[in-house]
């Protein structure tokens, strides 16, 4: 069982306090250079960037005897089914057609579940809808847990029975209800057999479940401006109001997530003290009163928490740099000091895992290196399974370095500078890489294959974690609300005089990239501000923000529909037109080269997006270069999609930015 961030799907999320903005001395250039200089490596092949394991998300069954993982066949996404033992195929099956695999998940070690997406057209507009399948190996029968006619979002699990027989999910009856909470056999029979065990009560827009699978929790948003819980101790209680918590005491991050423990008023909640910092405290639902707090980290908020199925904590996530983890399991915590002590420098991370902890997946992997996943078993060496860049030498890249720099209204924003190998740092052509989100996203000191792709071709590449990324603090968390293509923005320009002013970026010669977000960003930069930046590239990047506002607004509740647009839009004190920072409204100032990507089967940012800018580019007569990627969506599944990206960015840098 995970605790993370419920309430982020009715309101704002929370992170760790805001860094200080007092006493930090920004990172000079100095502090990056390497002692000794490295020499300069060839020019990898652009097939080496883009070929990669070809295995996607690999997990473990409950017993640890079959491993699955995604994989394509043609343009077809596959689930395979392997023995772990012999690595030999049990099954493999294929997604249905027309459906998009979103995730999938072992329930027990039978069955498979599978969070399936598909687009339809209502009344003329683009309607996205989610649906759970279930795979059964025995059988090898597909079957959709959800009854005929029901809402768009049938992918809110609250809990899978640990034997894998049934789950739990949070759905509408119909497109007009509140969501009820449904109970799905696994065995094929869905479809007759569901049955809903909770209705629509309330206007609540979001349920929990303890760890018995009990429905004790229900969000009430936005009422008179406010969350309200309703809780019950058990399935034979009525609901009652135990907790009201207001917008303000919201965005100061007053209340997170909850875990309910069967049997008990006791649980446990991800909450801000006094200092700001989000700790892990206890919670005791009759009164609706925190308790002590059982664990913090130092200096950080906790991300994110673990129990195992008997409600016993298991571990805590924080993020600085790097993902840390606490284990409060005995069996885990001395399995993370072995394979600490195996794979020394590899940061190894331990994953998916059978239930008695006898196997696991684990991931290593640097900044530098791409790494790739191995699997545990007691009493062996880990074995690799999975290289995830087999073509690449991590000998041959380059070491990604955080820095600090200050904002012009004195914020402070961090992010990775990435400096090329066996060149002088110094005025190197630069390549801003902004990620995306934009909000409760940011950017960490991790393998990037397209910040070493970069750095490869003899570009410094720098990515700010701009402010709204998520992590840093509620404070500057909010200093992003209503600042897309403003602040947000400003800070990218800022992070470009950061490497300027060090002597590393020559300012004629500086381009911005980026995907979602990112790509709006860098369409917007060379719009906003073509005296600073050459060019951009822009991957499936918003161009109008308007039309995508009205898009995305359809997978929300009301309540987080209200909430995201006042996180683009800024509430009524600071709203702005937001045709001022579309691109496609704007597009008469575009006057720098553009290359404008995106997948024609992309369903977070539509391919309208893009339709839109490259025909607001030739009615103004501003010539863009395009690239479609054929039945790609948000991101690269095809396997020839990244190299067809890259080739196309290398040219396109190549003409206009050329590193040497």
Not at 422 to 448: F, M, Q
Not at 512 to 521: C, F, K, L, R, T
Request: some cysteine; glycine content about 8%; proline content about 6%.
């Amino acid at each position: 069982m995970k605790l993370k961030s419920t309430i982020a799907l009715l309101a704002v999320a929370y992170a760790m306090p805001a860094l200080a903005q007092t006493a930090v001395t920004p990172t000079t250039a100095a502090q990056l250079v390497p002692a000794a200089p490295e020499a300069r490596p060839a020019k990898i092949p652009v097939e080496a960037f883009a070929k990669d394991s070809g295995v996607g998300s690999p997990t473990l069954s409950a017993d640890g005897n079959l491993l699955a993982f995604s994989t394509m066949v043609g343009d077809v996404a596959n689930v395979t089914i392997i023995n772990a033992d012999t690595k030999a195929v049990v099954q493999r099956f294929a997604v249905p057609d027309k459906y998009e695999l979103y995730d999938f998940e072992w329930a027990g070690s039978k069955r498979l579940l599978l969070s399936l997406g598909t687009k339809f057209d209502v009344g003329g507009e683009t309607v996205m809808a989610s649906r759970m399948v279930a795979y059964d190996i025995a059988t090898q029968n597909l079957s959709v847990l959800a009854k005929k006619d029901m809402g768009f979002n049938g992918t809110n699990l609250l809990y899978k029975d640990p034997a894998g027989e049934y789950v739990l999910l949070s759905m509408q009856r119909t497109l007009y209800d509140y969501p009820s909470v449904w109970r799905f056999p696994l065995d094929g029979t869905a479809a007759k057999a569901g049955k809903e065990i909770l209705s629509p009560q309330k206007e609540i827009g979001l349920w929990v479940a303890d760890n018995a699978g009990v429905i004790r929790l229900g969000y009430q948003g936005a009422v008179r401006n406010a969350l309200r819980m309703w809780y019950r101790l058990n399935e034979n209680e009525p609901f009652r109001l135990i907790d009201q918590v207001d917008d303000k005491s919201l965005a100061e991050g007053a209340w997170d997530s909850v875990v309910l423990i069967n049997g008990s008023d006791d649980g446990y909640t991800l909450r801000t003290d006094q200092s700001g910092k989000v700790v892990l405290r206890k919670f005791n639902f009759a009164t609706g009163k925190p308790g002590e707090t059982v664990h913090a980290a130092p200096g950080w908020d906790i991300d994110q928490v673990t129990l195992s199925e008997d409600g016993k904590l298991e571990s805590a996530t924080y993020v600085d740099d790097f993902d840390r983890k606490t284990w409060f399991d005995p069996k885990l915590k001395s399995l993370q000091a072995q394979l600490d002590r195996l794979l020394a420098g590899r940061r190894p991370a331990i994953g998916p895992r059978s239930t008695d902890k006898s196997r696991a997946l684990v991931h290593v992997g640097t900044e530098r290196d791409p790494g790739g996943i191995y699997l545990h078993t007691a009493g062996l060496r880990p074995e690799k399974i999975v290289d995830d860049r087999p073509a690449l030498d991590a000998a041959q890249l380059a070491t990604p370095k955080p820095f600090t720099y200050l904002a012009r209204d004195k914020t402070v924003i961090t992010g990775y500078v990435t400096l090329p190998v066996g060149r002088p740092a110094k005025n190197l052509p630069l390549i801003i890489l902004p990620h995306g989100g934009p909000y409760w996203v940011r950017d960490t000191l991790t393998y990037d294959n397209e910040v070493q792709f970069l750095a490869n071709r003899g570009y410094a590449v720098i990515q700010p974690n701009y402010r709204g990324s998520g992590g840093f603090g509620s404070a500057f968390d909010q200093l992003g609300e209503g600042q897309i293509g403003r602040a947000m923005q400003d800070d990218l320009d800022d992070a470009m005089d950061w490497a300027v002013g060090q002597g590393i970026a020559d300012p004629k010669r500086v381009c911005m990239v980026g995907g979602s977000y990112g790509g709006y960003a860098a369409l917007w930069a060379v719009t906003r501000n073509p005296e600073r930046y050459r060019c951009a590239v822009s991957f499936a990047g918003v161009t109008n923000w308007k039309k995508q506002l009205s898009y995305s607004n359809q997978f929300f509740s009301p309540e987080s529909k209200r909430s995201w647009s006042s996180r683009v839009s800024g509430e009524k004190k600071s709203k702005f037109d937001l045709d001022s920072v579309s691109p496609t409204e704007q597009v008469s100032r575009l006057t720098r080269p553009v290359l404008l990507v995106h997948g024609d089967d992309d369903t977070r940012v539509p391919f309208k997006q893009f339709e839109m800018m490259r025909d607001a580019a030739a009615g103004a007569g501003k010539t863009i270069d395009t690239l479609v990627l054929p039945k790609e969506g948000h991101g690269f599944t095809l396997p020839d999609s990244e190299a067809t990206y890259l080739k196309a960015v290398d040219a396109f840098l190549a003409k206009h930015n050329p590193a040497d």
